[in-house]
């Protein structure tokens, strides 16, 4: 069964916490991805998540498959949101199960630490001035490090 | 020649203008695809960008054959 989803809609945490529930669980860790009203000194209306579903699922699955391998949990399960999301939004949630809290604890952190680093999602966001810019895409010549470009 | 299909998402699909597009090219690695569709379109100096072909991460030397679906995939931020 799939351990990573895309929500193209609003969700709770509610709405998938059963996912996790588990006899042999002891403890329960989540993280909630919020969006907030700034970034690097900026002020922030809204954000666009845009993702490659087909191999963002894929993706997803194998961080949550690797936390399985690297720590004793019970059940993990992460969604995604896309599409505009507003101020307050949850934009991602982890939860994990495990008999004992530090699994848990170590799981959800390692988790969303790789999503957020080797998913294919993309973040724009949407400036109080009414620019916009795409996260992590915004490279002033000085920022390249050198050979980074594809051949 | 082969003929593929390419996806672009987030800043490529702003910067070309729309999500895909069908293109018969004599690139035979991914590396050199990308290397053609740069000169057309000047790609935005975005940092460091990966490809998938068929829906798995490949390097840039992988080979490209007929009917390959490719995505080039720019700095992520997920979260």
Do not use: D, G, K, L
């Given at each position: 069964m799939s351990h990573f989803a895309f929500s193209r809609e609003a969700f709770a945490p509610e709405d998938f916490r059963a996912l996790v529930a588990d006899p042999v669980a002891g403890g329960y860790a989540s993280f909630e991805g919020w969006v907030r009203n700034h970034n690097a000194g900026r002020g922030v209306v809204r954000l666009e998540y845009e993702g490659y579903a087909a191999l963002g699922i894929k993706e997803g699955n194998r961080v949550v498959a690797e936390a399985f391998a690297r720590f004793p949990i019970a059940r993990a399960h992460c969604v995604h949101r896309l599409g505009v999301l507003d101020i307050g939004d949850l934009a991602v949630w982890v939860g994990v199960t495990a008999a004992h809290r530090d699994a848990a604890f170590a799981a959800c952190r390692y988790i969303i630490d790789e999503v957020k680093s080797r998913v294919p999602i993309w973040k724009k966001e949407h400036y109080a001035e009414g620019d916009s810019g795409w996260i992590n895409c915004e490279v002033r010549p000085a920022d390249a490090p050198a050979g980074s470009a594809p051949p | 020649m082969v003929a593929v299909q390419i996806e672009y998402f987030a800043v490529l699909r702003e910067h070309v203008g729309r999500a895909r597009e069908d293109l018969t090219t004599a690139a035979t690695t991914v590396g050199q695809l990308y290397a053609e569709l740069d000169q057309r379109y000047?790609?935005?100096?975005?940092g460091r960008v990966k490809v998938a072909v068929n829906d798995e991460f490949r390097d840039w030397t992988a080979p490209l054959k007929d009917g390959d679906f490719v995505v080039f995939i720019p700095p992520v931020a997920g979260g």
């Open positions: - | 000047a790609f935005p100096e975005v």
